[in-house]
């Protein structure tokens, strides 16, 4: 299969950043599934821990991009249970 993409690389080179295009959007959906299924606190793979969202202190970063919180530099507003 790879050897018909090169060739009808070679042939039309037209079509390069398109499968340029398409593996890099590809990639980046895989990486940020893998990102999901390792990092988001809902997600247990952990039978021990049934809820891993317990666990999170406030200072911990549950989105993927914040624009204006800085999260190291938050205080704990809340006590220990």
Known sequence: M?????????????????FVF???GASG???YLLRLALFNPDVCWDRNNPEPWNKLGP?????FY???VDYSKLKKERPDF
């Open 29 to 31: 959906a895989t990486l």
């Open 66 to 68: 914040s624009v204006n």
């Open 22 to 24: 398409i593996g890099t």
């Open 2 to 18: 790879l050897r018909q993409i090169l060739s009808q690389a070679k042939k039309h080179p037209s079509l390069i950043p398109l």
């Open 59 to 63: 200072n911990d970063q549950y989105k």
